[in-house]
């Protein structure tokens, strides 16, 4: 899975930037400056001042969030005040790719499709879905309620019925999801089932690490407890911050591995 974001770099483009950046500061100065100008105006001053050198990549969003405290989106119109001065550049950035047996998953077919189209295709096995109730993660999410829709599923090689992974997917409770434990996933896919109710993923974090195996999952991967997994932990947010999806995934490491681009 591909968790692809914009990165910010710092870019000097003379006379114009000089003006654009005296006409910012000018507007700053007024009284009643949005949060998203002062964010602006706080990098905008470490840039000319060199703390922030030309071509330095600038801290991620999230970052930028929890320095400011302020929200994603207004992290974001800051952002743009500054490109639009000509002090920052952006681009694709950072990608993490999950890969099975070499090859790197499709993100935009979901992990069903994508193992199921890969050699040596894998099957799904759906094992529950339903609402629960974690008040942990609601926490950690920074969510009101602790309502989640539970999606766990296990992929077993096609021809051996061997498990390679165990995927435990939490998505928030909303009133337009009510129906999914009933309804099911639509064509199998949860990614595909996400869209399809208006909840399509714009960008995220993914942490990943070697673990070893606790008793309930080895039972259910067919592995000696301590037997060690690639385990990594994948945040999807929408266009306005709100968390989408939150997956833990158990992958057997003689099939799955990380791929990074930068």
Not at 32 to 60: C, F, H
Request: glycine share 8%; hydrophobic share 40%.
């Amino acid at each position: 899975m591909m968790l692809s974001k914009h990165v910010h770099t710092c870019s000097l483009n003379g006379n114009v930037t000089t003006i654009r950046c005296a006409a910012m500061k000018k507007r700053l100065n007024n009284v009643g400056a949005s949060k998203a100008e002062m964010v602006a105006a706080a990098i905008q001053d470490e840039i000319l001042t060199g703390r922030l050198p030309y071509g330095v990549l600038l801290e991620s969003e999230s970052e930028l969030v929890q320095r400011f405290s302020v929200s994603r989106n207004t992290i974001r119109k800051g952002l743009e005040e500054l490109m639009n001065t000509g002090l920052i550049t952006r681009k694709v950035g950072v990608g993490s790719f999950v890969t099975y047996n070499g090859q790197t998953l499709d993100s935009a077919l979901g992990w069903s499709k994508a193992l199921e189209t890969a050699d040596g295709g894998a099957q799904t096995r759906l094992l529950q879905i339903r609402v629960i109730q974690d008040e942990t993660l609601a926490v950690e999410l920074s969510l009101q309620r602790p309502a989640f829709i539970a999606v766990d599923r296990l992929r077993v090689l096609a021809d051996s019925q061997r498990p390679i992974s165990l995927e435990l997917s939490r998505i928030p409770f909303s009133d337009r999801l009510a129906d999914l434990p009933l309804q099911g996933l639509i064509g199998g896919s949860l990614n595909q089932t996400l869209i399809e109710y208006g909840m399509a993923a714009d960008h995220g974090e993914e942490w990943a690490e070697v673990i070893g195996l606790e008793q309930a999952d080895a039972d259910i991967l067919k592995h000696p407890p301590g037997t060690s997994f690639l385990r990594t932990r994948r945040l999807t947010r929408d266009k306005h911050g709100n968390p989408v999806e939150y997956v833990v995934s158990l992958l057997d490491p003689a099939y799955f591995g990380l791929h990074l681009e930068f």
